[in-house]
């Protein structure tokens, strides 16, 4: 696993970080994970991810993803098993999307939990 980047944002007197960690890349796919800090003790939630070009889909295995198709905005919210996440844990939330062969990654440019951005650049 590669850390890609560490990106921070003070958002509405919200602060936090989201780690992207990349597991796999190719010529038409990323795999891997956003490891988000929960300070609040949640019972549900919701992660929106913003892309600079849009994929062509979106999976997660922990979550449900819309809109199913090609986005730039993707929002994932938690399936029934795992809604409930205690303050000072970290949610590993693992991810994969595609893109045509040939063109532009794809690259996350924010990410928000619960409707506040932790990343943001």
């Known amino acids: ?38 300070t609040t003790t949640v019972s549900a939630w919701t992660i929106d991810i913003e892309f600079d070009v849009a994929p062509t889909e979106v999976l997660c295995w922990v979550g449900v993803v819309s809109p199913s198709g090609s986005s730039d905005t993707y929002s994932i919210d938690n399936e029934g098993f795992d809604g409930d996440q205690p303050a000072g844990s970290t949610f590993s939330l693992p991810l994969q999307y595609h893109f045509a062969t040939g063109s532009q990654m794809p690259l996350i440019t924010s990410v928000s939990w619960n409707g506040d951005v932790l990343c943001s650049g």
Do not use: F, K, R, Y
């Open 1 to 38: 696993a590669v850390v890609l980047c560490v990106l921070c944002a003070a958002t509405s007197g919200v602060q936090g970080q989201c780690i992207v960690v990349q597991n796999n890349a190719w010529d038409a796919g990323w795999d891997g994970s956003l490891e988000i800090p929960v």
